[in-house]
């Protein structure tokens, strides 16, 4: 079991809204699509997840260890050992496109530029390695956004809408490219959709919330 949810429930304080009773699990490898119309729960989901959001009630699992309890996170954001990948790329605007994938990399000094090679090359962005952000495309800093993530070898890979922001023809392909990354990589990935389809085509599991 790589993520396990137990009647997770959460409301924000001012809206009354938030996540009502939320349980499943993902196995280690396989994909799962949280879907749900707008305003259902599933960024905050995410971000329980992710630890940037304490559960009111129920249990958060990460690799059968538990990092949140009712109003109380056991495991800080920085060591749940997640990549996140958001809606809005979020690159690092003065970094170059290298320096933004090998930025939360752990290895050592000495199998870091094969490994941002290999990144490059799997992503098909070796030409852009240089330039900055605002020398990029939409679809290529998205692919950018997902290497980066993956550069830091994740135990769970939490993506938010990621491709949302890309036209329909671009999305469908930038998609199809990072999930195959990700499969390959046998990589444990929670995505939130709010699209039927795309959800059907990505995930191994549904999630309906
Ligand atoms: P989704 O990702 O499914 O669209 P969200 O998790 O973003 O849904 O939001 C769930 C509900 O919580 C919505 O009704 C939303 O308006 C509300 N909400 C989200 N963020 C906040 C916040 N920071 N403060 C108050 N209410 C919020």
């Not at 699992?61 to 979020?90: M, N, S, Y």
Request: aromatic share 6%; charged share 25%.
């Amino acid at each position: 079991m790589s993520v396990r949810l137990t009647n997770v429930t959460y409301k924000y304080p001012a809206a009354n809204r938030g996540v009502n009773d939320v349980s499943f699990t993902l196995e280690s490898g396989k994909i799962a699509c949280l879907l749900g119309p707008s305003g259902a729960g599933k960024s905050t989901l995410l971000k329980i997840v992710a630890g940037f959001v304490t559960p009111d009630g129920g249990e958060v699992f990460i690799h059968d260890k538990k990092v949140a309890t009712g109003k109380k996170d056991l495991v800080p954001v920085q060591k749940r050992e997640i990549g996140i990948v958001f809606q809005q790329h979020a690159l690092f605007p003065h970094m170059t496109v290298a320096e933004n994938i090998l930025y939360g990399c752990r290895r050592p000094k000495s199998e870091r530029k094969d490994f941002l090679l290999q990144l490059l090359n799997e992503f098909q962005i070796e030409i852009h390695k240089d330039k900055y952000p605002h020398e990029i495309s939409g679809g290529e800093a998205q692919r950018v956004a997902v290497a980066r993530a993956i550069a830091s070898e994740p135990r769970v890979l939490l993506m938010d809408e990621p491709f949302s922001s890309l036209d329909q023809n671009l999305r469908a392909q930038v998609e199809q490219q990072c999930l195959n990354i990700i499969r390959e990589r046998k990589l444990t990935a929670l995505i939130v959709t709010h699209d039927e389809a795309s959800a059907q085509t990505m995930g191994d599991l549904i999630i309906r919330i």
